[in-house]
């Protein structure tokens, strides 16, 4: 699974924007890995089908697919919150029951920090607790986290320095004036 926005080699939805994206692994020249976007799904009925054992193993094997990519990209929205660009999107897999599975997916969150250090540093931590809200965050995940550490000391260190010139100037509001009264 593979939080693909800052990823240098995959194009992000738009600037300021992170993909979280869980990404199967499809075997090469398999048509029944060749699926993306909407349509049905798991869920939904079709004619029935009289599969071979191993045809009923690959459909377990889908499902359980299927439940765990719809688990991880629902941890990343519940904790990405109001930072989520939408609703996760899905790429699928045709089954051998003629049903789709979702096989990937993905959440697009902004990234954008506002110029306020405090607000920076908040957002930034909410983005890293997006990136591992999964119980399984992936590399890429991670590494999302990773950069949103950065970001949050990055912040962080500006909030030190505009304390540090408050202080020199003397404006620094925990600290109030003595009147010496003579």
Do not use: W
Not at 149 to 154: G, K, N, P
Request: charge should be negative.
């Amino acid at each position: 699974m593979d939080i693909t926005a800052l990823d240098p080699t995959r194009t992000a939805p738009a600037t300021g924007t992170a993909g979280v994206r869980t990404q199967g692994t499809p075997k090469p020249n398999d048509p029944s890995q060749a699926s993306s976007g909407k349509g049905a799904d798991a869920g939904e009925s079709s004619d029935s089908v009289e599969l071979s054992p191993e045809a009923q193993a690959k459909v377990i094997e889908l499902k359980a697919r299927d439940k765990a990519v719809r688990a991880h990209e629902a941890a990343h929205l519940s904790a990405a919150g109001g930072l989520a660009q939408g609703g996760a999107s899905f790429s699928y897999a045709q089954g051998p029951d003629n049903k789709r599975y979702a096989v990937g997916g993905e959440v697009s969150i902004d990234t954008s920090l506002p110029d306020d250090p405090s607000a920076a540093m908040a957002k930034a931590r909410q983005i890293r607790a997006a990136a591992l809200a999964p119980a399984d965050p992936s590399p890429q995940d991670q590494k999302v986290a990773a950069q949103a550490l950065v970001m949050e000391s990055q912040a962080a260190a500006k909030l030190a320095q505009l304390n540090r010139s408050q202080s020199a100037q003397g404006s620094s509001p925990e600290k109030p004036g003595l009147d010496v009264v003579a």
